[in-house]
Structures are given as C-alpha cells and as structure tokens.
C-alpha cells in the first residue's frame, strides 16, 4: 500500500477504461465487476461516470449494427438486440433511445 502498489483508485480508473474502450462491456457490467473485486462503490462511481454519454451511445450504436448484420431476417430482432445489450451491462434507457432509432 505504502508504494501504491495496491491502489484500488489506480486500479478501478484502469479497469473502467480498458473494459470500457476494449470490451463490449457497459458501465452497468463494469461496475458489477469491480464490486466483484470488493471496490468501494465510491471509488467505482467516480469512474463510472466519467463515461461519457455520447460514447456509450456510441457502442450500443455499434453493437446494434453488429447484431443486425449477423441476425438478419430473424423473428423478434429488436427484442434479441435489446437483451443482448442489457446483458452487457448498459441501461434500458440507453438502449431504448438508441434501438428506436432503427427500423426494426
């Protein structure tokens, strides 16, 4: 602890970036994750909402044209997308605004 190398604030802010811009992960997922490793959700938060919501919007746009590529022409598609994305950890919300902008 004394040479910082058991940081939980390093970790956490390293954790949430890589997970974030390397995985499909959402902030929901991540989040889950660190109080997984037993994180303060203090710590958790402050990181957690330095996303912001313009790329998360960003990925659930990508993961949607992803999942309409390799689901076409598959019954009940919107609902398919939508718990796929749930399942990754973003919000309904964001979901919703971002899926109803497709023609499904």
């Known amino acids: 602890t004394k040479n910082k190398l058991l940081d939980d604030d390093a970790f956490t802010k390293a954790f949430v970036n890589d997970k974030f811009n390397?995985?499909?992960m959402g902030p929901f997922r991540?989040?889950?994750e660190l109080e997984?490793?037993?994180i303060d959700s203090g710590i958790?938060?402050?990181y957690i909402s330095k996303i912001s919501p313009s790329?998360?919007?960003e990925k659930i746009n990508k993961q949607i044209q992803k999942l309409?590529?390799?689901n076409k022409n598959k019954p009940n598609l919107k609902n398919k997308i939508y718990n796929n994305l749930l399942n990754l950890g973003y919000t309904s919300s964001d979901i919703l605004d971002n899926l109803n902008n497709y023609d499904l």
Do not use: R
């Open 68 to 70: 309409m590529k390799s």
């Open 55 to 57: 790329k998360i919007s």
């Open 22 to 24: 390397f995985t499909t």
């Open 30 to 32: 991540i989040k889950n």
């Open 36 to 38: 997984h490793h037993q």
């Open 44 to 46: 958790i938060n402050k």
